[in-house]
């Protein structure tokens, strides 16, 4: 099993910039990543990676603007946010799983944080 923590969520203007982070416990797992659900939206991949580095994948919706880290030593994982746009008000959730194309191409994962609310106002 693996549990996974979310924070730095807030309520912020747009062009802000806003942090946030994700701890994980539990067994190891190759791949990680955020995910977001704005009201009455479908969930929607953000951004994933691997543990041990490589290639980042993004949405074209937050690419540019979004920067996902990981930090395996402190095992909690990064989303840097700048720019923020209304559009960008969802919950953020951070995922992990074995396989990483399961999250960036089919957006399923084995487990599931409880997401964190962001707020962006105009």
């Known amino acids: 099993q693996v549990q996974l923590v979310e924070s730095g969520g807030g309520v912020v203007q747009a062009g802000d910039s806003l942090r946030l982070s994700c701890a994980a416990s539990g067994r190891a797992v190759d791949a990680i990543a955020w995910f977001r659900q704005g009201p009455g939206k479908d969930r929607e991949f953000v951004s994933a990676v691997r543990w041990s580095g490589g290639f980042t994948y993004y949405a074209d919706s937050v690419q540019g603007r979004f920067t996902m880290s990981a930090d395996s030593a402190k095992h909690t994982m990064y989303l840097q946010m700048n720019n923020l746009k209304p559009e960008d008000t969802a919950v953020y959730y951070c995922?992990?799983?074995?396989?990483?194309?399961?999250?960036?191409?089919?957006?399923?994962?084995?487990?599931w944080g409880q997401g964190t609310q962001v707020t962006v106002s105009s």
């Open positions: 995922a992990a799983d074995d396989v990483l194309s399961k999250m960036s191409q089919r957006r399923v994962a084995d487990y």
